[in-house]
């Protein structure tokens, strides 16, 4: 990868990834089911992540030319100042990618230490029973116990697991059960494989506000979906919002996610528990009919404006060849290729006009 196919690269995912996120957050505005608003942003983020990967292996279409009919010493300082630009940007964005991953894995690292120093195991299928809660069907978990969290979350790496402060073992056996339907159904819609993709998309783009965005939108809808089915189950929704509201008030003195963080906890940030207890009050009034089809053609939608929006490239490459209608394959793509002879263009058709040496040499 050369400098201007980085800077091209870069330019395009960010508007790609816009349109995107935009477009995933109308469609949720559209569906109101919150089971088919979390399959939305997975699409979404399994889209993002696919427009990283096509932008860096596939060749794309140039439907633009650089604007403009630039004099060669003009065209000469664009190229030199966006080369410049570009490794500026480039070494900006390292340095925020690998403080965030840094970051994620000193987390992942002080979480599994509070697992095994700060927690304690307890009978899954006794706590189940005694909560009146079906198990996960088809795969073990485990649910710890601490003192010193004051809201209880889930997490998994290789095996699931919940952990649960002390308090709700010996409190009321109604907030127990909310509370074990609440994470078991984050485990059961794979949550944690949504929060693993969207940590991916995060730290790809930690400068783009829109992943920022989308990050918090999804991990609302996360908790709406899981409040609705623990409600629902617990057929209560009064004493699924008192059990809400303890939780809040447990965390208002000590953070949910003072260890914890990187998890998916049940009490989150204040604002989140308010529009969660809102959404739950509207869903205790009844429930709007809504079409079958709006969620399906929300989804097929999204997946097929991520497909044609891989096409739409910025048109910054000043040295494009206008030779060709379509960019060279990257070089890494391309040798793969040529070891299975698959011959393809990994080279800008030549044209007098652009040439880097016609560009710094008059003629002589």
């Known amino acids: 990868m050369n400098l201007r196919f ?27 089911s919150a089971r088919m608003q979390c399959r939305l942003w997975s699409i979404c983020f399994v889209s993002v992540i696919g427009l990283v990967a096509a932008a ?25 100042w966006q080369t410049r630009i570009t490794i500026i940007l480039f070494g900006v964005w390292a340095t925020g990618a690998t403080w965030s991953v840094l970051r994620r894995g000193m987390l ?17 299928t006794e706590l189940l029973r005694r909560a009146n809660v079906a198990p996960l069907s088809d795969e073990s978990f485990s649910i710890l116990t601490s003192d010193k969290i004051q809201g209880p979350f889930c997490w998994q790496l290789h095996r699931p697991m919940i952990v649960l402060p002390t308090f709700l073992l010996v409190d009321d056996e109604t907030m127990l059960r909310h509370v074990l339907l609440h994470e078991l159904e984050h485990l059961r819609t794979q949550h944690p ?29 996360r908790e709406y979906l899981c409040d609705e089915v623990a409600a629902k189950t617990a057929g ?12 809040a008030e447990c965390c208002g003195s000590v953070s949910c996610t003072e260890v914890p963080k990187g998890t998916l ?3 989150n940030q204040p604002s989140a528990l308010v529009r969660r207890s809102n959404r739950l009050v509207a869903l205790a009034e009844g429930e709007k009919p809504q079409s079958r089809w709006r969620p399906v053609t929300a989804m097929a939608g999204l997946l097929l404006c991520a497909v044609m929006i891989q096409q739409l490239w910025l048109p910054t490459n ?4 206008h030779r060709s209608r379509w960019s060279p394959w990257p070089s890494w793509t391309a040798n793969a290729l040529h070891q299975v002879n698959v011959h393809v263009r990994d080279f800008e058709s030549f ?14």
């Open 236 to 247: 209560k929704f009064g004493a699924y919002l008192r059990s809400l509201a303890k939780i």
């Open 108 to 124: 992942c690292v002080g979480l599994m230490r509070f697992l095994k120093t700060q927690c304690e195991p307890v009978d899954a």
């Open 6 to 32: 980085a800077f091209e690269v870069g330019c395009a995912l960010c508007l790609q990834i816009t349109v995107v996120i935009s477009l995933t957050l109308l469609f949720q505005r559209w569906i109101s």
């Open 318 to 321: 000043a040295m494009a060849s």
């Open 265 to 267: 906890a049940f009490g």
């Open 351 to 364: 044209e007098n006009g652009v040439h880097m040496h016609e560009l710094m040499f008059e003629d002589q």
């Open 193 to 221: 494989m949504q929060h693993f993709l969207q940590g991916v998309c995060s730290t790809l783009f930690w400068f783009h506000p829109m992943a920022s965005l989308a990050a918090r939108r999804a991990e609302l809808t």
């Open 56 to 80: 860096l292996l596939l060749p794309h279409r140039r439907f633009f030319d650089f604007p403009g009919d630039f004099s060669r010493e003009t065209t000469y300082n664009v190229v030199v």
